[in-house]
């Protein structure tokens, strides 16, 4: 899925010269502000990509006979995120107690509020240590002998391992500088 993080805005005479380092697969049409569409080319640039949208009528636009069709430009990043995996009770031997790399494990439930507000901070801590860090998640309702073994009483929870050792917890939401102080003890 694909959000779109910015409009584009193009004036309505643009001078020919302004479009030298051009990629033709990248054209597209665009209608401008004086609601005219015409067929503008723009530079393919890396990170980026065209969609096709398209819309249908909808109660304020009772005069359209048929649906609008656009382009929008969006950024593919949301496709390659990191997505911190899962780990259950099947993999938890050989990827958190065998890991070579220290571990960052967060305990969590899809029920709680506090866990959807850490998501993104141990999210963005796995890209930002990548390599150097393995992360993972623990849904506690589907792995509970995981989270009794381990002590867990509240989520989220974050449990650092290094050499299948349990090294350092951190109990609730916390901000990301507490996290990344807790990681860098152990890297």
């Known amino acids: 899925m694909a959000t779109i993080l910015e409009s584009l805005t193009v004036p309505r005479s643009l001078p020919s010269r302004t479009l030298a380092p051009i990629t033709t697969a990248s054209a597209s049409s665009i209608t401008a502000l004086s609601g005219r569409r015409r067929s503008v080319q723009i530079p393919l640039v890396s990170g980026l990509k065209i969609q096709s949208s398209f819309q249908r009528r909808t109660l304020s636009a009772p005069n359209e006979r048929f649906g609008r069709r656009g382009v929008r430009i969006v950024c593919e990043a949301q496709e390659t995120a990191v997505e911190v995996p899962v780990v259950t009770d099947a993999k938890w031997q050989s ?32 890209k930002q240590y990548a390599g150097k860090l393995a992360c993972y998640k ?17 989520i989220p929870t974050v449990i650092i391992f290094k050499g299948g050792e349990k090294k350092d917890v951190i109990i609730g939401a916390v901000p990301k500088s507490t996290l990344t102080s807790s990681i860098e003890k152990f890297l």
């Open 95 to 126: 990827l958190v107690l065998e890991a070579q790399l220290p571990v960052l494990v967060e305990f969590w439930a899809p029920w709680c509020g506090p866990c959807r507000m850490i998501h993104p901070v141990i999210d963005e801590l796995a």
């Open 138 to 154: 623990v849904n506690t309702d589907e792995s509970p002998s995981i989270a009794t073994r381990y002590g867990i009483r509240s």
